[in-house]
């Protein structure tokens, strides 16, 4: 799964916004903020009602936008954010279901695991590019680092907690492909369609990923 194009195209951004949108103009404007900023990636969780119509207007109306569907904890939310277009899911935990479900779409799925168990579920399963979730809560980099160990084929998206002050930390690791936040995309800010503090905030992630990259 880890050379599949839509995971590729995560690795080179490095940066996977955690959007929490309800309906049309929400995800549009998002979207638009987003990539006026320099990242053309959201992930859209379904963790509000109107998410999937969110996520379904990006995919019809900015086909330049990576678009997936997060929070995905059951079968059909799996079958909802297919309907809706979604280019990739993304889960908390890890489900043999909901796993085998998105296989069956053909669709890449990243779950969440927070121990050396969950991974080799995720591996058992055919998954070798996992969120690590809630990754400051467990431990942060250092918890990263053992839980990477033993497993040096799988890449992470560390996942809760990051932001601009220690998103560089966990991407040094040789295992992190990207991390995932809320960071750029508060909530307050979509809901007020503040669009201009979500490009702000992702341009000054989208550069310190860029300097990075240049060390
Ligand atoms: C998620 O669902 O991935 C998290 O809610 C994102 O965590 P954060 O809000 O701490 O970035």
Redesign the pocket.
């Known amino acids: 799964m880890s050379g599949t194009p839509v995971i590729e195209r995560l690795s080179q951004h490095r940066l996977l916004p955690?959007v929490v949108a309800s309906g049309e103009p929400e995800g549009l404007g998002t979207a638009d903020a987003l990539e006026s900023g320099g990242l053309p990636v959201a992930?859209f969780?379904f963790?509000v009602p109107g998410a999937a119509d969110a996520l379904a207007a990006v995919r019809a109306k900015r086909p330049d936008i990576l678009a997936g569907a997060?929070?995905i904890i059951n079968v059909d939310q799996v079958d909802q954010a297919v309907a809706a277009g979604a280019q990739y899911l993304?889960s908390?935990g890890i489900s043999d279901d909901v796993v085998r479900r998105a296989t069956s779409h053909g669709i890449p799925i990243v779950p969440?695991v927070a121990t050396p168990t969950d991974i080799m579920r995720a591996l058992d399963l055919g998954i070798d590019t996992v969120?690590l979730?809630?990754a400051?809560a467990l431990g942060g980099l250092s918890t990263l680092a053992a839980l990477a160990a033993p497993f040096p084929d799988v890449t992470f998206v560390p996942?809760?907690?990051?932001?601009p002050t220690n998103a560089a930390d966990y991407l040094a690791h040789r295992s992190v492909i990207a991390v995932?936040?809320?960071?750029m995309v508060q909530r307050s800010a979509i809901s007020h369609g503040d669009w201009n503090a979500i490009t702000e905030a992702t341009q000054e992630a989208v550069a310190a990923i860029a300097a990075l990259t240049r060390k």
């Open positions: 955690v992930e969780t963790r997060g929070t993304v908390p969440g969120k979730f809630p400051a996942t809760g907690g990051i932001g995932g936040g809320s960071w």
